[in-house]
């Protein structure tokens, strides 16, 4: 498939490293699920055979917030959720993107509600906004492209070594 | 003799004036009790044989939002022997807004108790654990009363702080 057909003859390529980089990371952007209502059920659907996105790098759905890269919040955050949903963001390790999909995440949606935050930027920074109660999948990988268009512009250094925030988890 | 009229006819004669209304609409029978005998009819009812009303599937509340007659609460009750389903009301007038819990009678009315009291404000007295259900314990609103904006009050319910 092109370049393997040229590494037979010189066995080497030429490229800047923050290329490399960036093209390793935008090739393995690896989901946190924060799949708290309805909209969960099409981000789970983008990630099967069908619509399939593996095809980006993206279906490796990780449970632990320590291996993620982007956090999809796929529902409708309520107050006391909230909490929860910035615990869990301040657990990923730099560099981190967020996808806010759907209207509830986006803006609350349709409940606009004294329980429902009318808007996810209020506690966290949002890099992609996905439309649609729920979006179809094509448009999460939509997001997800948009994802990795942002990271290949972007350069290493960019992403300086940020320590984890420290929770007060308890340690041994 | 129908099932109905028996109920409405025993606690005619166990509560006479307290009984304030009898009310049949598309065949549910409510009806509505002075507040201070709800304890005393919940248990007549749960342990009478015949009636049996062993099962209490719902408690609420409405809120009118009028002075007089603010609230009332519904207690939903089923007799699995008659099969029958039962609505039982007491009109709660003046602030404080209080009834005796049903607890006692029926463990189930546990949690309804604090979900009434966490969206309405109504204390439920001598109930063994009424602590706030949905809202964070120190939220200071109701928020099904009527009185209570449908966005809320700003800043009462905390977010965490802004990212960079
Ligand atoms: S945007 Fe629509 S589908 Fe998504 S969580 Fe909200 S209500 Fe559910």
Redesign the pocket.
């Known amino acids: 498939m092109g370049l393997e057909a040229k590494l037979t003859q010189d066995g080497f390529i030429t490229t800047t490293l923050d290329a490399i980089i960036s093209w390793a990371r935008k090739s393995s952007v690896w989901p946190m699920p924060m799949g708290i ?3 969960a059920i099409e981000m789970i659907s983008a990630a099967d055979p069908k619509y399939d996105l593996a095809r980006f790098g993206s279906e490796v759905m990780r449970f632990t917030p320590r291996q993620c890269d982007v956090m999809i919040v ?3 955050v309520t107050y006391k959720m909230a909490q929860v949903v910035r615990r869990i963001y301040d657990q990923m390790p730099e560099p981190k993107w967020v996808i806010a999909m ?3 995440t986006s803006s609350g ?2 409940y606009r509600s004294y329980s429902v935050v009318q808007g996810i930027d209020q506690f966290l920074p949002v890099d992609v906004y996905t439309a649609g ?2 979006p179809r999948p094509e448009n999460l990988i939509n997001a997800v492209m948009a994802i990795q268009a942002k990271i290949a512009k972007s350069k290493a250094r960019d992403y300086p070594d940020v320590p984890l925030t420290d929770l007060g988890v308890i340690k041994n | 003799m129908q099932f109905k009229e028996l109920i409405v006819e025993k606690v005619k004669e166990k509560f006479g004036e307290s009984l304030q209304d009898v009310n049949e609409f598309r065949g549910d029978l409510s009806l509505t009790i002075h507040k201070d005998k709800i304890l005393q009819l919940a248990e007549f009812l749960h342990n009478d044989s015949e009636l049996a009303f062993t099962m209490c599937k719902d408690v609420t509340a409405i809120d009118w939002a009028v002075r007089k007659n603010r609230f009332t609460v519904v207690y939903h009750l089923l007799s699995l022997k008659n099969n029958f389903n039962l609505r039982v009301k007491a009109n709660l007038e003046n602030e404080p807004y209080t009834i005796e819990s049903v607890t006692s009678v029926w463990r189930s009315a546990d949690w309804y108790e604090r979900e009434t009291y966490d969206m309405y404000g109504i204390v439920f007295e001598n109930h063994p654990d009424l602590r706030r259900m949905y809202m964070p314990e120190g939220f200071e609103y109701y928020p099904l009363r009527k009185d209570f904006p449908v966005l809320g009050i700003p800043g009462s319910l905390p977010l965490p702080n802004k990212t960079e």
């Open positions: 209502s309805c909209c796929a529902g409708t759907g209207a509830c949606g349709m109660c729920p």
